[in-house]
DNA sequence: TTCCAAATGCAACGCCGTTGCAATAATTTT
DNA sequence: AAAATTATTGCAACGGCGTTGCATTTGGAA
């Protein structure tokens, strides 16, 4: 169960309003347990959800460092909590991600990620994206 | 370029038709150098371009091992050409992709890639997906 | 309470990708 | 070489994801 005080510290502390809206989306990330959610998961939870003022509020919230984008191989955003370091464009939690191939949950992988990869000379390396596909172990 | 009998010879070995249209999506691959194309850039730079054929062409190689889905940050697909060793459904290049965040031009990154990242106990990977991002050449 | 800026809800749009179906073209068979 | 078979093409229509513009409502500050 998730604090509503919890919820409000968090939007203050990274300058959101708090809405009654955002109150909901948050409490969902915040009890989904570093699983990443995608719109259409998000919109099935919620009380009376807009489409669009779910994209936007996904927006806002990741803007502010709230929560971050998880890659779907299916093209579509899932979006998953930030920790606690991360500030206004200013992620910094640099972690891998697990998609599971049947059902599509995704969650963040805690621990070391090591990547050695080489770009060609004059390239410019900003992000290392690394993403595991496979099964969870309820589709196992 | 490209000849003409090489691709005729890359589409009898992986078993396709050799149709007009086909020849030239493979001809535009070959002669990218590695990059991953997108159907936008495959549509402009195409004869009489039909979306969906176009769609279903890049099924079609795709499946008989020609060519391989590069994941594109912005939801889209892109393809690039396999290595040798791709055939029918086994394909076999481990390998990293980079993507410009400017112009979104992505290359397939050669080299060896080592990967250390640990799912959850129970669950099974059977893909890693590493996607470098940044800037490329010409954007820098 | 008043005011302002931000957030919401709605309508409309654009792009990516898919499906079904009839027409056409490439192989295979005789 | 013609007929039969099978795969491919082109077209129409559709669905989903995501965005933009605008009027309305709400939250927070003065």
Redesign the interface.
């Known amino acids: 169960m998730v604090r509503e005080e919890d919820i409000l510290q968090k939007l203050e502390s990274h300058q959101l309003r708090k809405t009654a809206f955002r109150k909901e989306v948050l409490e969902l990330f915040m009890a989904s347990e570093g699983e990443a959610l995608s719109n259409q998961e998000l919109e099935s939870q919620l009380d009376n959800p807009d489409r669009i003022t779910l994209y936007r509020t996904l927006k806002a919230f990741e803007d502010k460092g709230l929560i971050h984008l998880a890659?779907d191989?299916g093209?579509?955003?899932r979006y998953a909590l930030c920790l606690a370091d991360c500030t206004t464009h200013a992620h910094h939690d640099q972690h891998?991600h697990?998609q599971c191939?049947t059902c599509g949950k995704t969650?963040c992988?805690e621990?070391?990620?090591?990547?050695?990869?080489?770009?060609?000379?004059?390239?410019?390396?900003?992000?290392?994206?690394?993403?595991?596909?496979?099964?969870?172990?309820e589709c196992?």
Chains 1, 2 share one sequence.
């Open positions: 890659a191989s093209g579509i955003s891998a697990f191939r969650i992988l621990g070391e990620v090591v990547i050695r990869a080489q770009a060609p000379a004059g390239y410019k390396v900003e992000r290392e994206n690394l993403t595991l596909e496979g099964l969870c172990d196992i």
